[in-house]
T-cell receptor
Framework: SAVISQKPSRDICQRGTSLTIQCQVD?????MFWYRQQPGQSLTLIAT?????????ESGFVIDKFPISRPNLTFSTLTVSNMSPEDSSIYLC????????????????FGSGTRLTVV | AQTVTQSQPEMSVQEAETVTLSCTYD???????LFWYKQPPSRQMILVIR??????QNATENRFSVNFQKAAKSFSLKISDSQLGDTAMYFC??????????FGAGTILRVKS
């Protein structure tokens, strides 16, 4: 299945600054997703990123705060803008994969996550 | 909207024993996928097992198997011969083809030696 390289793995940032997280997939994928996860909790979807169209944001998340780019079928970035300590969290990207078109191969693969601490 | 419920926040099991993690979901759809993911302290989300809703046969992957009850909307994970490396957070997830995943709250599993 597809492999996602996510960078950076962790960062400590000053409040008021922005951080861009990158995800590179080793094969072409149509749909990518960005999640936020507080330690010990479940994943919360921020937005769905499709190539060639604007990202679709979930309730409670806005483009000005979390701009997303999806320039091609193997790459996406999430920017956390004007950061505050409340943005400290783990951010994960994910991609829908369907390598052979068979239903038995359908799934979702994940990057290794970015641990963000805002001070 | 679809929802996924994991009612066991934490579970413990002795090494080599069997443990079952529960998951229920709610949907009005007929065709969908169900997944169990494992997340160790490394944060990496690892696919444990996948079930296609149209298949009646329960999925198995080595020591991992599911009990899929479509009518009851239940999807439990059984781990046999538990190993220390199975210690992790386990997430049940629901997904329709071409759509986002919906996750449960997770179950922390601790395997004791």
């Amino acid at each position: 299945s597809a492999v996602i390289s996510q960078k950076p793995s962790r960062d400590i940032c000053q409040r008021g600054t922005s951080l861009t997280i990158q995800c590179q997939v080793d094969s072409q994928v149509t749909m990518m997703f960005w999640y936020r996860q507080q330690p010990g909790q479940s994943l919360t979807l921020i937005a769905t990123a499709n190539q060639g169209s604007e990202a679709t944001y979930e309730s409670g998340f806005v483009i000005d705060k979390f701009p997303i780019s999806r320039p091609n079928l193997t790459f996406s970035t999430l920017t956390v803008s004007n950061m505050s300590p409340e943005d400290s969290s783990i951010y994960l990207c994910s991609a829908m994969t369907h390598p052979t078109g068979l239903s038995s191969n359908y799934g979702y693969t994940f990057g290794s996550g970015t641990r963000l601490t805002v001070v | 909207a679809q929802t996924v419920t994991q009612s066991q926040p934490e579970m413990s099991v002795q090494e080599a024993e069997t443990v079952t993690l529960s998951c229920t979901y709610d949907t009005s759809e007929n065709n969908y996928y169900l997944f169990w993911y494992k997340q160790p302290p490394s944060r990496q989300m690892i696919l444990v097992i996948r079930q296609e809703a149209y298949k009646q046969q329960n999925a198995t992957e080595n020591r991992f198997s599911v009990n899929f009850q479509k009518a009851a909307k239940s999807f439990s994970l059984k781990i046999s011969d538990s190993q220390l490396g199975d210690t992790a957070m386990y997430f049940c997830a629901f997904g329709e083809y071409g759509n986002k995943l919906v996750f449960g709250a997770g179950t922390i599993l601790r395997v004791k030696s």
